[in-house]
């Protein structure tokens, strides 16, 4: 479903993540204070302006009001990032994301109002660790402190097997939530679906689960 959306600041994550929206098809109102970087990404948008996104009159011209979700890509200025968070939670504005330079500047987003604080850096960082740790661990995703979205790879252990074999819930506590077998996604899998060595499973659960399921389990 096509949505509106403000990105405010287009430095390298506010370029990707306007991008990426653009492929998807988007209405998309970028807002930066340099013009160079409006020019580079203004064919993507279905509006583009060069103010200071701290203008709240600039804000309200612009119709910022009316968009459903917004995008602070304003990291490295904390200042700039938590002002333009709190106008555009003002007017209205009910999904509003923004990215955060550091731990603190994490907790004051939160603590204004921010529904959701990205540090790619961070978050990158804990990804690329988990890929390190494990040969096993494709992708990861945190969820929340203690629990998380990991797709790891299926080994000879696991060929041949069920999910209701492998005990993935009775003995390790953790959900299958789907099966990649190739271009194909079994969504949802049944306890009595057979596992394949090649295949890639997305698994849900506590860190500490997934931990045991990955070191015994597969």
């Not at 106008?87 to 004051?108: F, N, T």
Request: charged letters at 30%; aromatic letters at 4%.
């Amino acid at each position: 479903m096509k949505k509106q959306c403000i990105i405010i600041g287009l430095g390298r994550f506010g370029s990707s993540v306007c991008l990426e929206l653009a492929r998807l098809g988007h209405d998309l109102l970028i807002i930066d204070q340099k013009e160079e970087r409006v020019n580079a990404l203004r064919k993507y948008a279905t509006h583009s302006a060069v103010v200071n996104a701290m203008d709240e009159n600039a804000l309200r011209s612009l119709g910022a009001g009316n968009v459903e979700q917004a995008v602070v890509a304003i990291g490295d200025d904390i200042h700039a990032s938590v002002l333009c968070t709190l106008l555009l939670k003002e007017l209205g504005i009910s999904k509003v994301w923004v990215k955060a330079r550091d731990p603190q500047h994490r907790l004051i987003l939160e603590r204004i109002g921010a529904d959701r604080v990205i540090q790619p850096e961070h978050d990158m960082g804990i990804r690329i660790a988990q890929n390190l740790d494990s040969e096993k661990i494709i992708d990861y995703i945190e969820i929340s402190k203690d629990y998380s979205i990991i797709e790891m790879a299926a080994t000879e252990k696991a060929d041949g097997k069920s999910l209701e074999q492998m005990e993935v819930r009775a003995k390790f506590h953790c959900m299958v939530l789907a099966v990649k077998r190739g271009e194909e996604v079994n969504l949802a899998p049944l306890p009595t679906d057979i596992i394949d060595k090649n295949d890639m499973l997305v698994v849900m659960g506590h860190r500490k689960d997934l931990k045991r399921f990955e070191e015994k389990g597969l």
